[in-house]
């Protein structure tokens, strides 16, 4: 019946629909009216059809639907870190995402009851001891514990490895054998303004440093099993941000397989805090929910939420409590976890991925050419790169085009933030020696914020 029904219409193809459009707009410029170019240097067309693919997209093997929802905890406490997590637990957390800050922290009694078979437990450790993760290998080889360790991210941040090149790299060959898995910081580039073409290009030959190392270091064994985990932050450009996770899973798939190598990856995804303002602070659960549901449109694996009030306010129950609830409401009452590929087959979301994908290859090849991925970092290449998109982007946010409501757009004048602050949120400067110059995250509205502050009562 429903072919019979089509039938009955002409087919239209994208050369028709643009000369209608063409006739509408009476004599404006097609392209200098409807036609914008992102930071991406990607062209956004006002339509997309299928006439302008040569075979229709493949379907995505990795399934939508089957999203964890987590939360992090940063473990001052053991015993009370430990209550905090079976209790959010009970109230429909699914995953945890431990920080943990030093070696006194006990993992035996973190854990305890727990159950591992249903919670998928992250640890990030804010230090890198072989020994330390030695003391509860027991547990290692269970699917749900993911160790997460990323010297050249720690690199990245910090501008200083944690003790030299060669202890760092002899430590991490040793826990990678143990752990079977790997983190990718590229939540660091997205919250310092890389844009995504940026982004994806410096997971890869982030990855790709650590993958030529460990190609003659490890067990073929080890490298077929070898968990790779991206920690990623997801921004406000909706469909980007989904084409985003999207191109990373196809560029993953393509190196790892120069490797011979697992070619899945886990994506661990967040909002940005990049776009996160002081002031209509309420305007932040709106960007986080949407955020979120980039990820998991996007096919992220597990996805922690970021408070509404995290970048002023110490952790705090009612924060975490929306956070997860956002949550919550978009897998069991909007059914998010329902459809298992919703973003296949939309000409547009395809053809993003397609292009973000194809200009961070190149981008990445660039980089390889170049000595690599570490050779830039040292020589300031990678940083001065995502400086001047951000500086770029800072403009845009200073002129109005780049708009968050609440802060340079319909900013409430009555708002008073200044008794607030738990936290310091703005960029904090810290004179020391580092090795490399550091990437530094910043917020667009910082500079808005703190003229803010100045002026109140």
Not at 57 to 74: D, G, L, N, R, Y
Not at 251 to 270: G, H, M, P, R, V
Not at 352 to 365: D, G, I, N
Not at 441 to 456: D, G, I, M, T, V
Request: charged letters at 25%; a negative charge.
């Amino acid at each position: 019946m429903s072919n019979i029904l089509f039938d009955e219409f002409n087919p239209v193809t994208s050369k028709q629909w643009k000369q209608l459009i063409q006739f509408d707009l009476k004599g404006a410029d097609y392209n200098e009216t409807l036609v914008w170019k992102t930071n991406e240097d990607i062209d956004v067309k006002p339509f997309y059809h299928a006439d302008e693919f040569k075979e229709l997209p493949k379907i995505s093997s990795t399934k939508a639907s089957q999203w964890h929802i987590c939360q992090s905890i940063f473990v001052a406490d053991v015993k009370k870190s430990n209550e905090k997590a079976l209790n959010i637990i009970e109230r429909g957390a699914e995953s945890i995402n431990f920080i943990i800050p030093s070696e006194d922290v006990s993992i035996k009694n973190l854990i305890e009851g727990i159950d591992l078979s249903s919670t998928i437990l992250y640890f990030e450790f804010q230090f890198l001891s072989e020994k330390y993760i030695q003391s509860f290998s027991n547990i290692l080889n269970n699917k749900n514990i993911v160790i997460q360790t990323d010297i050249i991210g720690h690199l990245a941040r910090t501008g200083n490895w944690f003790s030299t090149l060669q202890e760092d790299h002899k430590q991490f060959e040793s826990i990678i054998s143990k752990t079977k898995a790997l983190s990718i910081n590229v939540s660091l580039y997205q919250n310092a303004g890389a844009t995504i073409v940026q982004q994806l290009a410096y997971a890869l030959a982030h990855t790709n440093e650590y993958l030529n190392h460990l190609d003659s270091v490890i067990a073929s064994g080890t490298k077929q099993s070898l968990a790779v985990i991206f920690n990623v932050s997801v921004g406000t450009n909706y469909f980007f941000e989904i084409a985003k996770l999207r191109a990373l899973r196809l560029l993953w798939n393509t190196i790892s397989s120069e490797y011979t190598i697992n070619t899945d990856c886990q994506i661990f995804a967040k909002p940005t805090k990049r776009n996160k303002t002081l002031y209509d602070y309420n305007t932040n659960m709106l960007r986080t929910t949407t955020e979120c549901m980039s990820a998991i449109l996007g096919g992220a694996n597990t996805i922690c939420n970021l408070p509404y009030d995290a970048i002023y306010h110490k952790d705090n129950e009612f924060g975490e409590r929306i956070a997860r609830n956002q949550l919550l409401i978009l897998k069991h009452e909007s059914y998010f976890d329902k459809v298992d590929n919703p973003s296949d087959g939309a000409y547009y979301i395809e053809t993003l991925t397609k292009q973000l994908a194809e200009k961070a290859l190149e981008l990445f090849k660039d980089i390889e050419a170049n000595g690599g991925f570490l050779k830039q970092l040292k020589e300031g290449t990678i940083q001065r790169k995502i400086k001047e998109s951000a500086a770029k982007e800072q403009e845009q946010f200073d002129a109005g085009k780049e708009i968050l409501l609440g802060s340079n757009k319909h900013p409430n004048p009555n708002d008073r933030m200044k008794h607030e602050l738990e936290l310091y949120p703005f960029v904090k400067t810290n004179q020391r020696k580092t090795l490399i110059e550091p990437i530094i995250e910043k917020r667009l509205s910082e500079k808005l914020e703190q003229e803010r502050l100045k002026k109140e009562d």
